[in-house]
C-alpha cells in the first residue's frame, strides 16, 4: 500500500473501498493531488469523500479531470448539463438498480468509472454494497479459471433485467423499454484484465449480461447463476451510507455495485458523471 502526501486514505472494506480527505472537488486538482487521488481509486477500486457541496457545473469539471464523459443513453440527465444523470426515488417514482451490476457494459467501449454525489437521502436506509471481482476472479477454482479463460458473453441493454430498475409508477419505464432495443449488443471477456493494473477481474452482471458466447443456452444460464451468486460473497464487498454531499468514485472495469432500496416512499436524489473508457474491453 502506497503512502500519500496530501490525502488521507481510511480502508473500509477488507479488499475495496477507502474513505479519502484532503480533497475539495469544487476545486481543479493540482498534478499531485490528482495523482493521488487516481492512486488511490486503482488501488482501492472505489473511494468516498465527504461534504462535498458542489455544482453540477463543478461536478462535472471535477469528472473531466479523469477523461471524456459519457451522455447515458437512456437514463434522464439534466437539461444543463447532459453528463449529469439524475437517479431519483419517491412516492410513486423510482429508479433502483438493486442488482449487482457494472455500468453501461453493453457499449462497446464502457466507461472507466462514475463519481456519483447525494444531493438528497432518506432518514434511514439507502446504503450502496461495492463487490471487488479481483477478488471475486482469484477466489474461483483453477477448474473453473480454465474454463473460462477466453471465453466471451454478450452484453445488451434490451436484456430484460434492465426493465427492473425502473418500476411501473416512473414513466421512464415505457420509454426505457422502447428505447433500449435500438441499441446494439456488444462482446467483452468473461474475465477482464484490467488496463492500468494488469489484474484480471470477473466482467460479467446481472443488469446486461445476456448469455456465454460458445455454449447452450442452458449451460450459459447455469455458468452465469453461478458467477452471479459467487461476486456476492460478502467478503468481496463494501458497504457505504450516504449523507447529504457524499461521494463515491468508482473504477467500473473491477468492481460492481448493488443499490440497496430499502428506504420505501423516501426521497433520494443523486447525480452521476461518467467517465469514458478508453477503448474497448
Not at 38 to 65: C, K, M, S, W, Y
Not at 79 to 101: F, I, Q
Amino acid at each position: 500500500m502506497r503512502s500519500y502526501d496530501l490525502i488521507e486514505v481510511k480502508p473500509l472494506g477488507g479488499t475495496i473501498g477507502a474513505e479519502i480527505s484532503g480533497v475539495d472537488m469544487s476545486q481543479p486538482l493540482g498534478n499531485q493531488l490528482f495523482q493521488e487521488v487516481h492512486d488511490a481509486l486503482i488501488e482501492n477500486q472505489v473511494i468516498f469523500f465527504r461534504g462535498q457541496d458542489v455544482t453540477p457545473a463543478e461536478h462535472v469539471a471535477f469528472a473531466r479531470q479523469f477523461g471524456t464523459l459519457q451522455v447515458h443513453p437512456l437514463v434522464p440527465h439534466l437539461e444543463d448539463h447532459p453528463e449529469v444523470l439524475v437517479l431519483e426515488s419517491m412516492e410513486g417514482k423510482r429508479t433502483a438498480a438493486n442488482a449487482w451490476h457494472s455500468d453501461v457494459t453493453f457499449d462497446t467501449e464502457p466507461p472507466l468509472g462514475s463519481i456519483l454525489l447525494a444531493r438528497e437521502v432518506p432518514n434511514r436506509g439507502g446504503d450502496t454494497l461495492w463487490a471487488d471481482m479481483y477478488a471475486a476472479y482469484e477466489a474461483l477454482s483453477p477448474s473453473m479459471k480454465r474454463y473460462l479463460e477466453g471465453m466471451t458473453a454478450v452484453h445488451n441493454a434490451g436484456f430484460a433485467q434492465f426493465e427492473k430498475t425502473f418500476e411501473k409508477g416512473d414513466g421512464r419505464a415505457g420509454a426505457v423499454k422502447e428505447e433500449k432495443h435500438t441499441i446494439p449488443s456488444s462482446e467483452h471477456p468473461v474475465v477482464r484484465t484490467h488496463p492500468e493494473t494488469g489484474r484480471k477481474a470477473l466482467y460479467v452482471n446481472s443488469i446486461f449480461t445476456e448469455r456465454l458466447r460458445g455454449v447452450t443456452r442452458k449451460e450459459s444460464r447455469a455458468i452465469l447463476d453461478y458467477l452471479f451468486d459467487h461476486l456476492q460473497t460478502p467478503e468481496f464487498t463494501c458497504r457505504f451510507h450516504w449523507e447529504k454531499n457524499s461521494v463515491a468514485f468508482w473504477d467500473n472495469r473491477c468492481t460492481q455495485h448493488y443499490a440497496i432500496a430499502d428506504y420505501g416512499g423516501s426521497h433520494r436524489l443523486m447525480h452521476r458523471v461518467t467517465v469514458n473508457g478508453d477503448k474497448p474491453v
